[in-house]
């Protein structure tokens, strides 16, 4: 069986070729790369990005000699909104990191809807007032997901999984339903929304590839690299770093919390199948791989992301140093949009070396602060972690996380799980895999680290204090 993996994250599109027992066979790139018009704001051109879709993958199909099945996995969060009858968006789509509407999220609160700007929920009210103030407009809103489907089926088909749904903002808190009185407030229609389908099952045909494959498993990026990991019984965990990280938690039910944790974690739908919803909880760190970014990009020290471990091992430990990777404000526990990174402890004798692995080690040590907060608000041990992203093929960082969390690290022999996960989900709806135990037994990480050193937890926690608050009135922000 070969199945067809359609991967959008916020860089761009991979198409992937998966074969049962052979994994990635084939894989083909098109970069799609959003703006920032100004601080805070992060779009993307839709059309472009539909382009990109449809070139590789029937790049794939062609080379592979078709296709059995398709299965998508996408960014969360990210928004668009297009004509219904002419396919045509009607303005940029939003990244979920875009802020211009935080504002419209604290007079939300104000009217006791909690709504983060992270989330669909205001970014599709935005961009409808923009094209459609008066709503009178037939026009479509939806995530990645749903404009990759409505693109492999000609449009015929609006719909997004109950995995990206959970991430609108506007479900009921059992995820059963729209929720009216949100959708009140933000006018906008039940009919201008998808239809929630399940992660795992046919849905219909992909009419603009070659063989029209079915579609037939789609998850948001977190949820298919979780399944991706063989992260399926509670208590698996896995840490995705890319320019953040996410942690995400299998449990055996919804978190008895509505919308957050006591440790800043969020109830997530792992996958749904057959009507059911399986359930987890995420931990997010805002900035991980930023981090390095900016360490090559904006400083100049490292001249890759990859050499940031040679620079790191030249030296035995930081001397010292301790880093607050917090370029974009700090997320679980403690959501601070206020803080800052932060360098502590220079002396004349902190040299590129020393600075380069106390980012790491800053970032391995934020990775902790998620693992704890998952235990504490799940109630539930997490024995080992699973890693996948840019990071996880770093030899430096992945040891200072198996030292920091003081506990094994497993790291995944393909660094982009999520294109596996939706292969998975993909290959359970037509039978190539029977259920979770095939998933969990093709599991096999690259390398298991294990933890030979360790960190001062309660110095750590001195540290993040001091960069806390850099911008109070940030700080102050709340959703």
């Excluded at 779009?43 to 879709?53: I, N, P, W």
């Excluded at 948001?220 to 991706?228: F, K, N, P, V």
């Excluded at 022999?413 to 895999?433: C, F, K, S």
Aim: proline fraction near 5%; aromatic fraction near 6%; charge should be negative.
């Amino acid at each position: 069986m070969k199945l067809l993996v359609i991967d959008v994250g916020t860089s761009g599109v991979r198409a992937a070729i998966v074969e049962p027992g052979r994994g990635v066979t084939r894989s083909y790139r098109r970069e799609v790369l959003p703006v920032s018009p100004a601080p805070g704001l992060v779009e993307f051109d839709a059309t472009e990005l539909a382009t990109a879709v449809l070139a590789v993958a029937n790049e794939a199909v062609a080379a592979a000699n078709g296709a059995d099945a398709v299965g998508i996995a996408t960014q969360r969060a990210s928004t668009i909104v297009w004509d219904r009858a002419t396919g045509e968006p009607v303005g940029p789509g939003l990244g979920w990191q875009d802020l211009r509407t935080i504002g419209e999220c604290l007079t939300l609160a104000g009217q006791g809807f909690r709504l983060a700007p992270n989330a669909a929920a205001t970014k599709a009210a935005h961009l409808l007032d923009l094209a459609d103030p008066d709503r009178i407009r037939d026009l479509c809103v939806g995530t990645v997901d749903s404009w990759v489907v409505w693109t492999l089926t000609g449009g015929r088909l609006h719909v997004t999984d109950a995995t990206n749904a959970a991430l609108y903002g506007m479900r009921t808190v059992d995820q059963t339903d729209w929720h009216d009185p949100i959708l009140a407030a933000l006018n906008i229609s039940r009919s201008a929304l998808p239809t929630v389908v399940d992660s795992i099952g046919t849905i219909g045909e992909a009419t603009a590839l070659s063989g029209a494959p079915p579609i037939a498993g789609i998850l948001g990026d977190q949820q298919a690299s979780l399944l991706g990991q063989g992260c399926v019984r509670p208590g698996q965990a896995k840490i995705t770093f890319g320019t953040g990280a996410m942690l995400d938690l299998v449990l055996d039910g919804r978190p008895t919390y509505a919308t957050q944790g006591a440790g800043g974690t969020f109830p997530i739908v792992t996958r749904a199948q057959g009507g059911e919803r399986r359930w987890g909880l995420e931990a997010v760190m805002l900035a991980a791989g930023t981090n390095i970014e900016w360490l090559r990009d904006d400083l100049g020290i490292i001249d890759s992301a990859e050499h940031s471990h040679a620079v790191a091992a030249s030296c035995d430990d930081s001397g010292g140093l301790a880093y607050v990777p917090a370029l974009l404000g700090l997320g679980t526990p403690r959501w601070d949009y206020g803080a800052r990174g932060a360098l502590f402890g220079i002396t004349r004798g902190s040299g590129r070396p020393e600075i380069v692995r106390a980012v790491l080690e800053g970032i391995a040590q934020r990775a902790t602060d998620l693992v704890e907060a998952a235990e504490a608000d799940g109630g539930i041990a997490i024995p080992t972690l699973r890693v996948d992203g840019g990071m996880s093929a770093n030899p430096t960082f992945v040891q200072a996380l198996a030292d920091a969390t003081a506990r094994p690290v497993e790291v995944s022999p393909e660094p982009e799980a999520t294109t596996l996960g939706a292969a998975y989900a993909a290959g359970l709806a037509l039978g190539a895999w029977s259920g979770d135990d095939d998933i969990a037994a093709i599991w096999s990480p690259t390398t298991v680290v294990e933890p030979i050193g360790s960190f001062d937890r309660e110095r750590w926690a001195s540290t993040l204090e001091r960069a806390a608050a850099w911008f109070p009135e940030l700080s102050a922000i709340s959703f």
